[in-house]
Structure formats: C-alpha cells, structure tokens
C-alpha cells in the first residue's frame, strides 16, 4: 500500500517561503497516470485543493494561487514538494500531501492516499 508523509517547519513568519516534502513509499511517483497533491485545511474551514504534480512532472495549481505556488518532485528520493511564497496568517493550516488518477481535483473523495497532516503556523 502506497504510504504519504509530510515534512517541513512547523512555524514560517509572515512574508517567508513556506516549505513542505512529501515522501512516497509502497509506490513510485513516476507510475503512469497517477498524479501527487497538495491540500491543505484552514482552522475551522473545509480542505482546499492547491495544486498537483503529474507523473510525468507537468504541473497544475489553483488559479487564486498560481503566483506564489511552485511544486516539483525528486524521482530518485521519490518526493514531491510544496512552496508557497510571500505567506501571511491566512496561509496557517494543516497541509496534506495525497495521491489521485485525474484532474478532478475538488472531489476530495478521488484520493486513494493521504498523509497525516502537518500544522503550519504563519505568525511573527
């Protein structure tokens, strides 16, 4: 069974770069059609869909965050990665690294594999 954990600092001050790896096993990053996610869930709100890298490494980001957000993946660590620039307090949530086969990235019942969860705390 494929297993998903995320790792990265706890605490990112207003402004900074916020960085986070997910670290695959049971399975390869590069296995065809599969595609690797970030979410993540604000305190006291629903999750929210960020972005996702493919299989093949193309890339696909919600369009409210585009601009600060970058993903990319280490096929031979077999990791996937999330940064997302210029935080403020309303980026503090827990984020989630999770696994799907499409692009219907809003339909959370679509992945098949889920980290634990890691808090994210933006706060000077």
């Known amino acids: 069974q494929v297993q998903l954990q995320e790792s990265g600092p706890g605490l990112v001050k207003p402004s900074q770069t916020l960085s986070l790896t997910c670290t695959v096993s049971?399975?390869?990053?590069?296995?065809?059609?599969?595609?690797w996610s970030w979410i993540r869930r604000p305190p006291g709100k629903g999750l929210e869909w960020m972005g996702a890298?493919?299989?093949?490494?193309?890339?696909y980001y919600k369009t409210s965050l585009k601009s600060r957000t970058s993903i990319s993946k280490d096929n031979s660590k077999n990791q996937f990665t999330l940064q997302l620039s210029s935080v403020t307090p309303e980026d503090t949530a827990v984020y989630y690294c999770?696994?799907?086969?499409?692009?219907?990235?809003?339909?959370?019942?679509?992945?098949?594999?889920w980290g634990q969860g890691t808090q994210v705390t933006v706060s000077s």
């Open positions: 049971g399975g390869s990053i590069t296995t065809t059609n599969w595609h």
């Open positions: 999770a696994r799907s086969l499409g692009g219907n990235w809003y339909d959370y019942t679509g992945y098949d594999s």
């Open positions: 890298i493919g299989y093949s490494g193309g890339t």
